[in-house]
């Protein structure tokens, strides 16, 4: 299913290095046809994209306040007070966010300041075909909550039945959403664009989506505005012989359900971690929902390589490096031990190579990880860089004393 390399320094990475042959020509393609479709003809185009695509028959496009209310009275209060409970501490979180205007009067009578307006209309897409995640609703409402959009627009796939998740709707309802929408895919993405006899057009759109998805915003970006370049998820980890099988084998299945095109790579120092994580991603897959997913996500983009051949280190670096280069992240590869040598390393994609930025999550696993070197030395390095996104660290278990925290905080603020 997954293949392991025993890497030896001076071979070619192609074999490792390799993606998905994806053809993105014919998805331009496709997307741009949906795209001046859904301009032209409006509802007729959307509700003809719903049956081909989401096997749906919708005579009406918006979810009504009372199907809203029917779904969320539908959901368990065990799972209703959950939902509340995120939402609270996603608003206490973002609303130390907000940014306040300034007025100040200078010499010679000149009044200058600074005016911060929310944006009127927003979008969200909500994916819904292969997973649910009422999650993605609370993080991507919640922020335009607390800054005021005065309208919220949600859209997300219609499933079979011509209706949207139960729990989409509650955690919708919960957020504030304004308008719900029964549409998904680069067709939603344009109905938001360009607006249609019921959606109307917003002025952003946020929210994660499959590759036509993030096609769509790519070829709308200008016209309106966007969150970003999202393309198919990666995780990289690396551990050594004191990591736990069990919870790299989830972690990668974790990453590999969500798309068919994503990335799961486990870089290792053992090659008992590397039988045993394969071992245990085979029993793992067996209970998974989205078992099809992730079975293809691995077999086809997951690697487990091992850094170390007869006791002697083969570049542990060289390979994750190499790995991430492509990615628009800076990662520090540093654990201790026998990887002392992993150093700081910052990264760029290739636009011309991609399609699309890719979310890199890098994780060390080390059960005996005392971190011998200081988180300053991490911030340091991502300042003076343009262009760069931190999208996730966990490193081993470093704990930062209170005053090297207070030393962290200018570096993290600029």
Not at 116 to 136: H, L, M, Q, W
């Amino acid at each position: 299913m997954i293949k392991i390399i025993n890497y030896k320094n001076g071979d070619s990475l192609k074999p490792i290095l390799a993606r998905s042959q994806f053809s993105y020509d014919n998805i331009n393609k496709k997307v741009k046809a949906i795209l001046e479709d859904v301009k032209k003809n409006g509802d007729k185009a959307l509700i003809k994209y719903n049956k081909e695509f989401d096997n749906a028959d919708t005579k009406t496009l918006e979810v009504s306040k009372k199907e809203i209310d029917s779904a969320y009275n539908r959901i368990d209060n065990k799972f209703k007070k959950t939902l509340n409970l995120a939402y609270k501490n996603i608003e206490k979180f973002h609303k130390k966010q907000i940014r306040n205007g300034f007025i100040t009067n200078e010499e010679n009578g000149i009044v200058m300041g600074q005016i911060i307006n929310p944006i009127e209309k927003v979008g969200v897409y909500i994916p819904g075909g292969t997973a649910i995640y009422p999650s993605t609703v609370l993080m991507n409402v919640i922020p335009a909550k607390v800054a005021k959009v005065p309208e919220i627009i949600l859209v997300s796939p219609p499933n079979k039945n011509g209706k949207i998740s139960d729990i989409i709707l509650a955690a919708a309802k919960i957020s504030g959403v304004d308008r719900v929408f029964k549409i998904g895919g680069a067709q939603a993405i344009a109905a938001l664009s360009y607006g249609t006899e019921s959606v109307p057009k917003v002025y952003k759109i946020v929210g994660p989506g499959n590759i036509y998805v993030a096609t769509a915003k790519r070829l709308v970006y200008g016209e309106i505005s966007i969150d970003m370049f999202a393309g198919p998820s990666e995780i990289l980890i690396i551990a050594d012989e004191n990591a736990n099988p069990i919870h790299i084998a989830a972690d990668m299945l974790a990453q590999a359900e969500h798309d068919k095109l994503a990335s799961s790579v486990l870089i290792t120092t053992s090659e008992n971690i590397a039988s045993k994580v394969k071992e245990e991603l085979y029993k793992q897959l067996k209970n998974l929902i989205r078992k099809e997913i992730a079975e293809e996500s691995i077999k086809n983009n997951g690697k487990i390589i091992i850094g170390y051949t007869k006791g002697k280190p083969q570049y542990i670096k060289n390979i994750s490096n190499d790995l991430i280069i492509k990615s628009r992240v800076v990662v520090v590869n540093r654990i201790t031990g026998s990887s002392k040598d992993i150093n700081i390393k910052a990264a760029i994609v290739n636009e011309k190579e991609f399609l699309c930025e890719n979310h890199v999550n890098v994780i060390y696993m080390s059960k005996n990880a005392n971190c011998n070197y200081s988180l300053e030395d991490i911030f340091k390095a991502l300042q003076d860089k343009t262009n760069i996104k931190v999208m996730r660290l966990i490193s081993g278990n470093t704990q930062i004393s209170k005053t090297e925290l207070e030393r962290l905080l200018p570096i993290i603020k600029k």
